[in-house]
DNA sequence: TCCGCTTGTGGGATCGATTGCATAAGGTTG
DNA sequence: CAACCTTATGCAATCGATCCCACAAGCGGA
């Protein structure tokens, strides 16, 4: 039916074994025959047929890409910088979405490692470490990214929570402010305690006690934001640092209603640069984990390791770290 | 290396073929030969190869999905649902982005081909269709999503862009109001046009003349809404309806900064149900093009197509409709 | 008893690309 | 000129699951 490379063989008058060796590049071969069998794979509209190629070279250019959702931003940006550079790179992306449910994260990696993928990027809930460094010891690559479990043999890139958050705290510390709220998630979540972390350590390095009463944690939920903004109010904070992102929808609205002035009355920071947050008025000064970067990183240690085909070398969990960067917008100001 | 069907068969005394009918269900097979080969494949932990599986069935359960980006909700929407959907069904989903280059997807649709995916959901650019058709005639389903090209023969799940529209400027108009403002995408752009034309229909409908000095149409971009959203405000409208989705980024910021009360001033009606929108202050009216249901319907075309495997009785370029819904919410009022 | 049918199982070819091994042609060296 | 190496090519096995075909066992009816 479709066209095979027996065909292509037979049209450049070689055998199959030379033309597979014409295309794949970079063998022994003759110039002459090395052009006709391109012209004749061409005039043909051959197609290769990747299963029998992954079934024989055990190279399927295949790269899973495991990830809680879609609607968070950095996920959705880390997805987009993998399958960009995957597709630069030759390969393909399967994507899975697994709602941070190990369950359904197991059954993906088992399903993946079936279709032989060479790779793997994973946000991932930690809960499969045993099953991860199992794939990790077959061969298959593999890159943690924002989360890490203590025993993955993976590599991690991470985000730098801490560094981030403090520098957004120094920020409004600079500026004069002395009661500066915070609203983070939950310190059972990695970014939820690395940012308070983060938080705590710049006020206590300028004298700062953290006041309980000005600290908010919860779920990572525009509902929790709505409630915390409103306790926080009460305790007339001059500034305001929101590190639990999508606490922020809520954040925003509540702030608008009380009719609080920004900067006037209370200085803002929030957390991932996202579209809104820049085109809000005023544009609201953020901390950008640098989820593109994140990405970026990812997917070069990624190809490093397929390449180099030694799990050795790259399966000691070493942690990268792509720094935070604040961008200073127009929602802080010197308190009142 | 890896445990094979043939060790399944072998652990369970019996033959490959035998292992192989017992694994794929549903054709004669002894429930004890059955029981025995499931019980040694579990055993061994056996993971079929996929790879071999679909070089012989010329089945991949792999489903392309081609679009733009995944940073409009629209779009990072239809490609979680595709996903969910697919892994529900044991498909696995191939993400390629395109930034509505047909190049790119031109590429990706070739490659795609060398996989054997099983069928394509597609937002496309709508400039490959001798390609998507040759596709679809070898026998790989196909639907488009939100997009579709007229001479392509794949069935499309269309949202209903111009009742959208409608409905939106019809409870403007429902509400007294008269200078009805739009802001809408290039009529070159299917939505620009449909959504334009719902508008003028409506204003049609009630006796009312649509006043180009009103009506702002430009990119998809928050810039240009920040300018049209200036040159408007000019203009004395008392209601605004912004069916560029992301022209509202440069709207929003633009309305606060003139300080104009909404809905006291002027009221607001958007396009798409982003979270944003429902947490701003005040609610958005917002039309809601179903996002959600466009995936749905689109795998469940698919899925059929796959199933049935008759590319004649699909392929008749046959477009279906999802009903946008208005979500009324406070951001309209009665002109003063 | 024999024929024909149903049900269950095995043998072996097959999908299409890759690759180890053999070999031929041409060139170099002592 | 013989021994040897380099370069280019072909042959045939191979990856692992599927599926056509053959065939055996069991059973009912004539």
Redo the contacts with the bound molecule.
Sequence with gaps: ??I???DVAGAA??????A??A??GS????P??RAAVQEAAAKLG?R??RA??T???RQSHLIGLVLNNLINASFHTIAEVVQRRAAAENYQVMLCITDADPRREESFLRTLSTYGVDGLIMIGTGKNAALTNALLAEGIGMVSVIRAAAESAAPSVLAADREGAHAATAHLLDLGHERIAFIGGELTTNSGRERFAGYEQAMRERGRAVDPALVERGAFDPAFGAEATARLLRQNPTALFTANHEAVFGVLPTLVAAGVGIPGQLSLVCYEDIPWLRWWQPAVTVVDNGARELGELAMDLLLQQIENRSPREHGTGRAYRVGAKLIVRASCAPPR
Tied chains: 1, 2.
Excluded: D, F, Q
């Design positions: 039916m479709a095979t490379l027996k008058g070689v055998s199959r074994s030379t597979s060796r295309l794949s063998v022994l071969i003759s002459e025959t051959y290769p047929n029998a190629s079934l024989r070279s």
